[in-house]
């Protein structure tokens, strides 16, 4: 069982940058999957950005603003936002997806608001 433990988040203004971490509680043996997905009030679960060896994805939403990025020694992934809007509040949730299981963070809530 894996424990991914997110920190980060908070409150910024329109244009702002914020950054979210997130780090596992244990480094699977493999190929491994980091990502960030994203769930707003009353929308579905989405995905915001995801990293692997071979890929690296963005919802096009996110693209040219947000950049993921991680530590493959410590199992770790972040998420550095940068001129955020209000359509991005959400509550942001990290996940690790191997061959076998996918793991989720607590969740971490980021509101853009003036």
């Known amino acids: 069982q894996v424990h991914l433990a997110q920190s980060g988040g908070g409150l910024v203004q329109p244009g702002g940058s914020l950054r979210v971490d997130c780090r596992a509680s244990?480094?699977?043996?493999?190929?491994?999957?980091m990502g960030w997905y994203r769930q707003a009030p009353g929308k579905q679960r989405e995905m915001v950005a995801t990293?692997?060896?071979?890929?690296?994805d963005y919802a096009d939403s996110v693209k040219g603003r947000f950049i993921i990025s991680r530590d493959n020694f410590q199992g770790s992934v972040y998420l550095q936002m940068n001129n955020l809007q209000p359509n991005d509040t959400a509550v942001y949730y990290c996940?690790?997806?191997?061959?076998?299981?996918?793991?989720w963070g607590q969740g971490t809530q980021v509101t853009v608001s003036s």
């Open positions: 996940v690790m997806k191997t061959l076998s299981s996918t793991f």
């Open positions: 244990t480094v699977p043996n493999g190929d491994f999957e």
């Open positions: 990293l692997s060896h071979k890929n690296t």
